[in-house]
């Protein structure tokens, strides 16, 4: 397995060479780097970065840390600006302490049974992308859930898969892959009863978590 997953990376990233029409110099595109982690989430690995690695990484990249009261102020900003593009999607915002959750239900992201996100959810998640690119000072952990049906191994790697369906559309967006986190929890974690149709279609969803890089 480490094998392909080394051979899918590198080959990704060969093909994605791109010419920045700004500099002339050459780079991996952002297509080519949300593809590589998407062939690594997509080969179990799950988490992808985290800690002390997506910080020094951040740092590295120059992006700024945020301090003390700053935080509050950002995340305000963000989330306002993620309620306007977001109203009316289907996509929920809500907020806990200085951390931003957008809920993305299966059922306007995904066919069912199925990890490729849907033409019709595009537009959705390039304003997603667009915000994100906009407030660079977050951390972005991208976690997919499923509902209790089905078996177990299934639907881990079905929600694996969605989060890293996301995951790689938003790096083509140009969203840096260094922000991200993610992670699939199959029906480890629903957020209402699976005993009823409607319970089971909240569980199956895709959550972004927006966390400040402080």
């Given at each position: 397995?480490?094998?392909?997953?080394?051979?899918?990376?590198?080959?990704?990233?060969?093909?994605?060479?791109?010419?920045?029409?700004?500099?002339?110099?050459?780079?991996?595109?952002?297509?080519?780097?949300?593809?590589?982690?998407?062939?690594?989430?997509?080969?179990?690995?799950?988490?992808?970065?985290?800690?002390?690695?997506?910080?020094?990484?951040?740092?590295?990249?120059?992006?700024?840390?945020?301090?003390?009261?700053?935080?509050?102020?950002?995340?305000?900003?963000?989330?306002?600006?993620?309620?306007?593009?977001?109203?009316?999607?289907?996509?929920?915002?809500?907020?806990?302490?200085?951390?931003?959750?957008?809920?993305?239900?299966?059922?306007?992201?995904?066919?069912?049974?199925?990890?490729?996100?849907?033409?019709?959810?595009?537009?959705?998640?390039?304003?997603?992308?667009?915000?994100?690119?906009?407030?660079?000072?977050?951390?972005?952990?991208?976690?997919g859930h499923t509902d209790s049906?089905?078996?177990?191994?299934?639907?881990?790697?079905?929600?694996?898969?969605?989060?890293?369906?996301?995951?790689?559309?938003?790096?083509?967006?140009?969203?840096?892959?260094?922000?991200?986190?993610?992670?699939?929890?199959?029906?480890?974690?629903?957020?209402?009863?699976?005993?009823?149709?409607?319970?089971?279609?909240?569980?199956?969803?895709?959550?972004?978590?927006l966390t400040p890089f402080s």
């Amino acid at each position: 397995m480490k094998k392909i997953v080394l051979a899918l990376t590198g080959a990704v990233f060969l093909a994605g060479c791109t010419t920045d029409p700004y500099t002339g110099q050459q780079k991996v595109s952002n297509m080519a780097g949300g593809a590589a982690i998407g062939a690594l989430a997509g080969a179990g690995v799950g988490l992808l970065a985290g800690g002390d690695d997506r910080r020094n990484a951040l740092i590295g990249a120059g992006v700024g840390a945020l301090a003390g009261g700053a935080i509050g102020g950002y995340m305000d900003q963000q989330e306002a600006e993620l309620r306007r593009y977001l109203q009316g999607t289907g996509v929920s915002v809500s907020r806990v302490g200085d951390q931003i959750i957008l809920n993305m239900p299966s059922n306007i992201t995904f066919a069912s049974d199925q990890y490729d996100v849907v033409p019709a959810f595009y537009e959705t998640l390039n304003a997603v992308a667009l915000v994100l690119n906009k407030y660079n000072r977050t951390y972005v952990d991208i976690n997919g859930h499923t509902d209790s049906t089905g078996g177990l191994q299934h639907n881990q790697t079905l929600s694996e898969r969605r989060a890293d369906s996301v995951a790689r559309f938003l790096a083509q967006g140009g969203v840096d892959s260094r922000r991200f986190q993610i992670r699939g929890f199959g029906p480890s974690q629903p957020i209402a009863t699976n005993a009823t149709a409607d319970g089971r279609a909240q569980n199956r969803r895709v959550e972004i978590h927006l966390t400040p890089f402080s």
